[in-house]
């Protein structure tokens, strides 16, 4: 899990210590509980981007949480975060046209 949270989750390059991190949060669909991988990190599959990227899960009583946010994501460069939240607006836009 330390390997993963020093790595970009857009790039999978390690983020040395001494590097400024990107980060934002998102929310996951309505309905869907991850409330088992609090403080975990999963992998989620983005089939439109052809690639798998680590979100960290925010628990309950955190600020992220208390922000709205289920998830958050680590970059290791404004270009790797902006990227990360394109093809996470394209899959979620994705999965709204088939409702």
Do not use: H
Request: hydrophobic share 40%.
């Amino acid at each position: 899990m330390d390997r993963l949270l020093n790595t970009c989750a857009w790039c999978n390059k390690e983020i040395p210590e001494d590097v400024e991190v990107f980060g934002f949060g998102a929310k996951s669909q309505p309905g869907v509980d991850f409330s088992e991988q609090e403080g975990t990190i999963i992998q989620l599959p983005l089939a439109l981007a052809g690639r798998t990227v680590s979100a960290i899960v925010v628990t309950s009583d955190s600020e992220a949480k208390r922000d709205g946010y289920d998830f958050a994501f680590l970059a290791c460069s404004q270009k790797c975060a902006q990227s990360l939240k394109e093809a996470l607006q394209r899959e979620i836009d994705l999965i709204e046209s088939v409702r």
